[in-house]
């Protein structure tokens, strides 16, 4: 499997590419095991959301987690790639990780996903965005609702196979979720847990008790040599989080 980072100031395509580091097993591991997925780290959005555009590398079939913002950057990587953008798939509703869903369900014409438990953060964006005081506006309203609500266990397909299952990671908000791709080891998981921290829990629904609880439960059981893509910041993963961190416990 290929991971590939971007940084940097998202105001042009000339992104420039940057490392990632991993712990426990070497990206040399990973690459052995023969993935056709390829994932792109972009941050995006005013507060710098890690999206990810994953990609099956036989079929071109796309899809996107959390995209927080800058539209017009995801649209052209997507486009200049022959990309054929399949879903949107979101950790949660926050503001920062939706802010270009409607513009690429419009354009795109994808198919979004949420668990429902955090329809009331989607159908309150404006407070959101209220509440941090940004001078934030968004470009394309959202749907009333998205298409289908993420449930435990589910699977999410990419060119007709099953390539990751939801794992509701409640505590940051009450319908928070992570991907978990098993054949190459990655997690995305929002604003569960960062590099040496874990996500907000004052924030409306959080609950920094389930939040904890997920972490250890659900996240940690993954396997020492699972790669963490956090909703924010650097990557990690699972050996080094449980010796580093000491905010989950």
């Known amino acids: 499997m290929n991971i590939k980072c971007y940084n940097g100031m998202l105001n042009s395509l000339s992104l420039k590419k940057s490392s990632i580091r991993f712990y426990g097993n070497s990206p040399e591991k990973k690459e052995n095991a023969k993935s056709n997925l390829r994932i792109q780290i972009i941050p995006a959005g005013p507060l710098s959301v890690n ?17 927080g913002g800058d539209f017009e950057i995801l649209k052209n990587i997507i486009e200049k790639s022959n990309f054929e953008l399949k879903s949107i798939l979101l950790t949660h509703a926050h503001f920062d990780h939706v ?17 429902e438990e955090d329809m009331y953060l989607w159908n309150n964006q404006m ?16 749907p009333d609702k998205p298409d289908s609500f993420l449930k435990e266990d589910d699977e999410i397909m990419l060119n007709g196979k099953s390539i990751a299952r939801v ?8 319908g928070s979720v992570s991907f978990y791709f098993p054949k190459e080891k990655v997690a995305i998981v929002g604003d569960t847990l960062f590099k040496e921290s874990i996500g907000r829990s004052d924030l409306w629904g959080g609950d920094g008790t389930v ?18 893509i956090p909703g924010h910041g650097p990557t990690t ?3 080094y989080e449980k010796v580093e961190n000491l905010n989950v416990f």
């Open 127 to 142: 407070e959101q965005i209220g509440a941090f005081d940004l001078p934030y506006k968004r470009e394309e309203e959202l």
């Open 237 to 239: 993963n699972v050996a």
């Open 51 to 67: 999206c990810c555009i994953i990609n099956d590398e036989k079929s071109k079939e796309a899809l996107i987690v959390d995209p």
């Open 99 to 115: 802010g270009a869903v409607g513009q690429l369900k419009k354009h795109f014409n994808c198919k979004i996903y949420l668990h």
């Open 167 to 174: 794992i509701h990671t409640p505590g940051h908000s009450k």
């Open 211 to 228: 939040l904890r609880t997920a972490i250890r439960d659900k996240i940690y059981p993954l396997g020492d040599d699972t790669c963490i």
